[in-house]
């Protein structure tokens, strides 16, 4: 399951040009461009609003665009839709799961959805609960799980497909501490073990900080500028931060001004 | 897997879900006793004294019950588009709609979960018919028959409910429109009286409700030395001619719901 596969992998995860949402007269995306290779991290980072949602929408199939073009794990979202879905993990942003399930039967629904052959659903089942540390609750009805737990389920349903691209909307948003703690660590955990892709939205810096080899920022529709969270400092100077790049690309950028006086 | 049999997977996957729901919480099913209970047992009972209902040589007692039965399948039948409107907040449908399943297939194991409810009160009605004293028909043929005739009354309905759930979006809306549509249904259909009684106006209503086939076929598998007004050919292709069409727009309105 967490096999890496680069025989057949394409080099690109996600090509995406020029890419536009409208909801009637609201531009919800505007002309966004990303070229996302494979087998990292990618955050699409921006306050509430900024279209990353709408973004990751389009990408997984789930709304068309109104115009330009996507391809995700090497295929077209608008032509190939089915062919996209077959080859992606979804984690969004809600907690998701059917609480009247257990977390066994939950994953059981997405294995036969995905047509995974009956022969090796359950081990591929029992594997991703292992994976995300569900194993000693998987026939604990959802309804008893915490918030924390129901994350880390949706992470596992996400995996079954063993996907070439896995999106992660807002994955730690609402959690508490030790819960987000415990997902990001399951996260890295599937970033050295998977040869596979994963693009995330979040508007907490420090989980971007945390996970993103790669952070493009988005503010009214539009990617402002996109950076490498691990040289930072080095390009911009010592004590300049992935927040402080949130705040230039996003909106004011007064804190940049005034830390660039600071002695 | 070749695609049939992926996507009888896809079908089953969602049916046996709602199986399994029902597994963890059978409390609801017998909630749900109540309501042919009340129609069977009082309003049956004493309708029977009127004498005024013409039923030929079934007693009204008996002409009630698959009514009854049909009636109790379509009010559940109905439900499961509020349910798909809840599975919509809970962000399951997103997900359900992010596989590569056909929404067909989606739609389709709904259905056929509210055929597999709608067998559970079969098994209650006939277990109060029995109390009652109603002849049944119980050979394997004919409660075989009786169980095709739920299983398809029942996929009409809740395909059609989706399609409701796909255009008002929220359960309070989904509430009130629910109401406005299964009552006038029930009464417009020959459930608790031929429609032979109907003036012309509800007759036609009747005859383009399937419903009315539903309940003529479940008669004739129900009960004993019933004659069905339209002949069972005509009852079975109603139903899988309504039903293909819905599920055909049910498909395409699918994703919608999630708009």
């Known amino acids: 399951m967490v096999s890496a596969r680069v025989d057949d992998v394409p080099e690109v995860a996600i090509e995406v040009t020029d890419l536009t949402k409208r909801f009637g007269d609201v531009v919800a995306v505007r002309g966004v461009s990303l070229r996302v290779p494979h087998g990292i991290v990618f955050g699409l980072v921006g306050p509430n609003g900024a279209g990353k949602s709408t973004t990751v929408k389009m990408l997984t199939t789930l709304t068309p665009p109104t115009s330009g073009s996507a391809r995700v794990a090497g295929f077209d979202v608008r032509r190939s839709p089915v062919e996209v879905r077959r080859r992606i993990g979804y984690v969004p942003q809600m907690q998701s799961a059917d609480p009247d399930l257990t977390g066994f039967e939950n994953l059981l629904v997405y294995a036969r959805l995905y047509a995974l052959p009956r022969a090796n659903r359950r081990r591929k089942i029992l594997d991703a609960l292992h994976l995300m540390d569900l194993g000693d609750v998987r026939d604990r009805l959802v309804r008893h799980y915490s918030g924390g737990m129901v994350r880390r389920l949706e992470i596992a349903q996400s995996l079954l497909n063993e996907p070439r691209v896995l999106f992660m909307d807002e994955p730690t948003i609402g959690l508490d501490p030790l819960a987000r703690h415990m997902v990001w660590e399951r996260i890295k955990h599937l970033r050295a073990g998977l040869g596979t892709a994963i693009f995330m939205t979040t508007h907490y810096m420090d989980e971007a900080a945390e996970l993103c080899d790669r952070v493009a920022f988005m503010s009214e529709g539009k990617i402002a500028g996109e950076e490498s969270p691990s040289d930072i400092e080095a390009r911009y100077g010592t004590g300049m931060m992935l927040d402080d790049l949130f705040i230039r690309y996003t909106g004011g950028n007064m804190l940049v001004e005034e830390r660039a006086a600071a002695p | 897997?070749?695609?049939?049999?992926?996507?009888?997977?896809?079908?089953?996957?969602?049916?046996?879900?709602?199986?399994?729901?029902?597994?963890?919480?059978?409390?609801?099913?017998?909630?749900?006793?109540?309501?042919?209970?009340?129609?069977?047992?009082?309003?049956?009972?004493?309708?029977?004294?009127?004498?005024?209902?013409?039923?030929?040589?079934?007693?009204?007692?008996?002409?009630?019950?698959?009514?009854?039965?049909?009636?109790?399948?379509?009010?559940?039948?109905?439900?499961?588009?509020?349910?798909?409107?809840?599975?919509?907040?809970?962000?399951?449908?997103?997900?359900?709609?992010?596989?590569?399943?056909?929404?067909?297939?989606l739609v389709l194991g709904k259905a056929l979960a509210a055929g597999v409810r709608g067998l559970t009160q079969a098994v209650m009605v006939y277990i109060i018919g029995l109390l009652i004293g109603v002849g049944l028909r119980v050979t394997v043929p004919a409660v075989l028959g009786m169980a095709v005739m739920i299983v398809l009354g029942s996929a009409v309905f809740c395909t059609f409910s989706l399609i409701i759930a796909c255009i008002v979006k929220t359960r309070e809306r989904f509430m009130g429109i629910g109401q406005v549509l299964t009552m006038p249904l029930f009464f417009a259909s020959s459930a608790i009286y031929p429609i032979s009684l109907m003036p012309s106006w509800l007759h036609v209503l009747a005859m383009i409700n399937p419903l009315t086939y539903q309940v003529d076929a479940l008669r004739l598998f129900m009960l004993p030395g019933y004659q069905t007004s339209f002949g069972l050919g005509t009852d079975i292709a109603v139903q899988v001619g309504v039903f293909a069409v819905l599920l055909a727009i049910a498909a395409r309105m699918y994703p919608l719901i999630l708009s």
């Open chain 2, 1 to 105: 897997m070749n695609t049939i049999e992926a996507v009888y997977t896809q079908i089953t996957a969602i049916t046996d879900a709602e199986i399994q729901k029902l597994v963890h919480d059978p409390i609801e099913l017998l909630t749900r006793v109540i309501q042919p209970v009340l129609w069977l047992m009082m309003f049956g009972e004493v309708f029977a004294r009127v004498r005024g209902i013409p039923t030929g040589s079934i007693p009204y007692e008996s002409f009630l019950v698959p009514g009854v039965l049909a009636q109790s399948a379509l009010f559940i039948a109905i439900f499961f588009g509020i349910s798909a409107i809840w599975e919509r907040d809970l962000g399951i449908l997103y997900k359900y709609m992010m596989s590569p399943a056909p929404r067909e297939a």
